[in-house]
């Protein structure tokens, strides 16, 4: 009888969930991946790659019994960067799907027993009220209450994780919650509108000639901290291996302005732009993760320079803006 692991990753058509279907192959797993679509960049690496939509209760118990899972990995989400979520003309639907998603996966995880469940929270729940300074000085766990996330995105991302650990007292499931900051790296979304502050940037610098202009929004001293994706997997790799439920902050506390992060881009490119500020949707003035817990709880933190995943980045979409002929200005 066989003894490799089984593993079923939601949201495996994403930018988090390909990667991690890989990092599992790599690990030895059997690999189911589930998504409304295919990814866009890359061919799955999965053993077997299931197209389906997760807010349909029927097609969710469907591909929970089809197999007995021994671990099942909830990435699947409605969402994007500042200019998808914080507009406000996506609210509705953000929560709505994003919620009903949730809800039926747990509830089958549940009816199949399904040993453990890694669930994707965000750093979208953290108080808006504590992330006025550009100098945050990083959001530790217990800052999440009271309550007061500035987006709805936000909001169900701490519904859904109180959700999980509702299923855990109620019924003994083992889950693991993690708050991603803001997760970036190549074959990533990087135009369209949902894409989010290091991919957007590394496009405009991409697609700017040399001694050009580029659009910022706001005055660019908003700051945020963004974490590899690599990193992100070994973060979510040491919390399933843990005894460590979470909610846990996988996230860098490399703190950098929206400005300083197209300088970055710049840097990379061998540019030099100016910039244009312009009106646009903001989310919070300063975000950083405090990674004391994590370290604490597993022996663990994030290390990686912001630099370092950027120069990557900035070569991959690079790349695209050429494939795709963007350079127009």
Request: charged residues 25%; aromatic residues 10%.
């Amino acid at each position: 009888m066989s003894t490799q692991k089984k593993a079923l990753v939601c949201g495996a058509g994403g930018f988090i969930g390909g990667y991690l279907v890989k990092r599992l192959k790599e690990e030895g797993y059997f690999v189911c991946g589930v998504d409304i679509k295919h990814h866009e960049y890359r061919d799955t690496d999965a053993d077997e790659f299931i197209q389906g939509d997760l807010r349909e209760q029927n097609f969710c118990r469907k591909i929970t019994s089809d197999i007995q899972f021994d671990e099942l990995y909830q990435l699947a989400a409605d969402m994007g960067g500042a200019g998808y979520i914080f507009t406000g003309e996506h609210d509705a639907v953000v929560m709505h799907n994003s919620a009903t998603i949730n809800l039926n996966i747990v509830e089958e995880a549940k009816r199949t027993s399904i040993k453990k469940i890694f669930y994707s929270s965000s750093a979208c729940i953290y108080p808006e009220r504590i992330q006025k300074d550009a100098n945050n000085p990083g959001l530790k766990e217990t800052d999440a209450y009271p309550a007061g996330p500035d987006s709805e995105y936000g909001w169900e991302k701490l519904f859904s994780e109180r959700l999980y650990m509702s299923y855990a007292r109620n019924y003994g499931m083992e889950i693991h919650i993690a708050r991603f900051h803001n997760i970036f790296g190549p074959y990533g979304t990087w135009t369209g509108g949902r894409e989010k502050a290091p991919a957007a940037m590394c496009r405009k610098v991409a697609a700017t000639l040399n001694g050009g202009e580029i659009e910022i929004w706001g005055d660019g001293e908003q700051t945020r901290t963004f974490l590899y994706i690599d990193e992100c997997l070994e973060g979510v790799r040491h919390l399933m291996e843990s005894t460590t439920a979470g909610p846990v902050n996988i996230g860098s506390n490399e703190l950098i302005s929206i400005n300083n992060l197209a300088n970055m881009a710049m840097t990379i490119a061998g540019k030099k732009l100016t910039f244009k500020h312009i009106p646009g949707p903001l989310g919070v003035r300063g975000r950083s993760s405090d990674n004391t817990y994590i370290q604490q709880v597993l022996g663990w933190k994030p290390t990686a320079k912001l630099i370092d995943g950027m120069k990557v980045t900035y070569n991959w979409i690079a790349e695209q803006v050429t494939k795709q002929n963007l350079s127009i200005k």
